[in-house]
């Protein structure tokens, strides 16, 4: 069975930073675009970062949501089959529950990755919680 496992949410105070880990269990991530999403109480789900390895490196960076470009890195290790989110400089509006995605790689190109209907695989979410 698929499995997106997040983990590293917690509570900090703004200007902080937390990294969030998505673990991925059956799934051959290294061909998929994965992403992360965030989903605030009342809002609907935001595409955060997206990135596929089958994506030749010559053009292969991750996307970003403009709300986070500059703070927040999505990378991966291979050898552990973890995606991970680095997040820094913390703000109260990014207060929200984190959720890891997979999809096909082709999900990874600058219009497609945001629309989270298109990922195939979530995780259960990881809450972060920001205060001023």
């Known amino acids: 069975q698929s499995r997106l496992i997040e983990s590293g949410g917690d509570s900090v105070q703004a200007g902080g930073s937390l990294r969030l880990s998505c673990e991925v269990s059956?799934?051959?991530?290294?061909?998929?675009?994965m992403a992360w999403f965030r989903q605030a109480p009342g809002k609907e789900r935001e595409g955060v970062a997206a990135?596929?390895?089958?994506?030749?490196?010559?053009?292969?960076?991750?996307f970003y949501g403009d709300s986070v470009l500059g703070r927040f890195t999505m990378s991966q290790d291979d050898d552990k089959s973890v995606v991970y989110l680095q997040m820094n400089s913390l703000k109260p509006e990014d207060t929200a529950m984190y959720y890891c995605?997979?999809?096909?790689?082709?999900?990874?190109?600058?219009?497609?990755?945001?629309?989270?209907?298109?990922?195939?695989?979530w995780g259960q979410g990881t809450q972060v919680t920001v205060s001023s």
């Open positions: 995605a997979a999809g096909s790689w082709a999900l990874c190109d600058g219009a497609t990755w945001p629309h989270d209907k298109n990922y195939a695989f």
């Open positions: 990135f596929s390895s089958a994506i030749p490196a010559s053009n292969s960076e991750p």
């Open positions: 059956s799934l051959s991530y290294k061909t998929m675009c």
